[in-house]
Every structure is written in structure tokens, then in C-alpha cells.
T-cell receptor, first 116, second 109 residues
Framework: DSGVTQTPKHLITATGQRVTLRCSPR?????VYWYQQSLDQGLQFLIQ???????AKGNILERFSAQQFPDLHSELNLSSLELGDSALYFC???????????????FGPGTRLTVL | QKEVEQDPGPLSVPEGAIVSLNCTYS??????FMWYRQYSRKGPELLMY????GNKEDGRFTAQVDKSSKYISLFIRDSQPSDSATYLC?????????FGRGTSLIVHP
């Protein structure tokens, strides 16, 4: 168990809908990262937040947005969903004194999103 | 050409074999190199982390980086059925990591 929690585990929705994925980082971690993993694209970095502020942006679509709250949990909002958005969405956290390196990221179990 | 290339496998080996997993990359700015292990229906977990070229050993695992060839490897000695998983290489220059697509490894008893 990495200490990172994600809810829900599974999400089934229809095209055009909007969903919110939630992540709680490990205790003491200030950074949260979001990733999308699909069979054809592999693990793609979406966005990083550090202590409430956006730190880095990857291949995140304009239909997707994220935020990190004062209690450090984060939410990833996906809107106008398309069939191609079906994937595993992972959250990871880092910046803990307990890490083996300053950059070690601990991944949550993921949310499996299915868009029908 | 993708920035990071990794053969998806699957790679099937008998228990006790030495396993070699590899990635090639094209971005000279990459300085940090990582290997993650991902079991089915789980998130990736960091196995090895190296900076720049050279070798790093941790138990049965050895990570090797050859920056001149833009080639990294992960060796697993005395492989066990519990090593069956997908292994992803990852690398970065600054903040944004780039992952390989992962190699599926099957170690059969």
C-alpha cells in the first residue's frame, strides 16, 4: 500500500458527461501528479500541483482540469467525455522526507474510467 | 519517433533466469532515469532511480545507463514468479517525466 488513495475505483459514464476523480496524497507529501494510462499511449503525465499551485503541465486536454485544495487532496475534472478518454487515471504524490530520493513518486491504485 | 521506446513484450522466462529489460530514448536533456514495476490492477511502484550514466545495484536488480548510446537497462538476477509484472522505464530532464510503454515480464516456475 503506497499510502495514496484514489476514489472511485471504477467509473462508467456516457459520452458528453463530466466526472471528478479524487486523490489523497501520502501524509506529508506536498506534490500531486496526475497520469493517464491507456493501452495505446502508455502512461502519460497530465499535470502536477505543489502545495496548491500548478507546477508543471503535460499532455492535458483543455477539457480536463485539476486543482489541489488546502488540505492537499486533489481533484481531476474531465468534461465533455469522449470514448477515447476511457483509461486508467493515476494519481501520485511526492516531496516527502521519507522518500528514497527527492523525486520519488508514490502511485495510488488508480481510477478506471469507462466512457460508453 | 517516440521520445522513449520500450518493447512491450511479453517476455517469458523460466524461474532463475537473468532478465534484461531495455529502453532507448532520443532526448539528450534526460538526466534522471527510473524503473517502475506495475502489477496487474495496481499503480506503478519505483524500483530503481539513477542520475546520469553508470550502474546501480539493489539486491537482485541492477540499473544501467549509457547516455552516449541513449540506452538504459534493468537486469533482474535469479528471477522469481513474483517478478511477473510490467516494467516501465521513465526519464526526465526537469519536472515532466516521460514513460516507456512498459515491458510485460512473465516468470514461469
Amino acid at each position: 500500500d503506497s499510502g495514496v488513495t484514489q476514489t472511485p475505483k471504477h467509473l462508467i459514464t456516457a459520452t458528453g458527461q463530466r466526472v471528478t476523480l479524487r486523490c489523497s496524497p501520502r501524509s506529508g507529501d506536498l506534490s500531486v501528479y496526475w497520469y493517464q494510462q491507456s493501452l495505446d499511449q502508455g502512461l502519460q503525465f497530465l499535470i502536477q500541483y505543489y502545495n496548491g499551485e500548478e507546477r508543471a503541465k503535460g499532455n492535458i486536454l483543455e477539457r480536463f482540469s485539476a486543482q489541489q485544495f488546502p488540505d492537499l487532496h486533489s481533484e481531476l475534472n474531465l468534461s465533455s467525455l469522449e470514448l477515447g478518454d476511457s483509461a486508467l487515471y493515476f494519481c501520485a504524490s511526492s516531496a516527502s522526507l521519507r522518500g528514497r530520493s527527492p523525486d520519488e513518486q508514490f502511485f495510488g491504485p488508480g481510477t478506471r474510467l469507462t466512457v460508453l | 519517433q517516440k521520445e522513449v521506446e520500450q518493447d512491450p513484450g511479453p517476455l517469458s522466462v523460466p524461474e532463475g533466469a537473468i532478465v534484461s529489460l531495455n529502453c532507448t530514448y532520443s532526448n539528450s536533456a534526460f538526466q534522471y532515469f527510473m524503473w517502475y514495476r506495475q502489477y496487474s490492477r495496481k499503480g506503478p511502484e519505483l524500483l530503481m532511480y539513477t542520475y546520469s550514466s553508470g550502474n546501480k545495484e539493489d539486491g537482485r536488480f541492477t540499473a544501467q545507463v549509457d547516455k552516449s548510446s541513449k540506452y538504459i537497462s534493468l537486469f533482474i538476477r535469479d528471477s522469481q514468479p513474483s517478478d511477473s509484472a510490467t516494467y516501465l522505464c521513465a526519464m526526465r530532464g526537469s519536472y515532466i517525466p516521460t514513460f516507456g510503454r512498459g515491458t510485460s515480464l512473465i516468470v514461469h516456475p
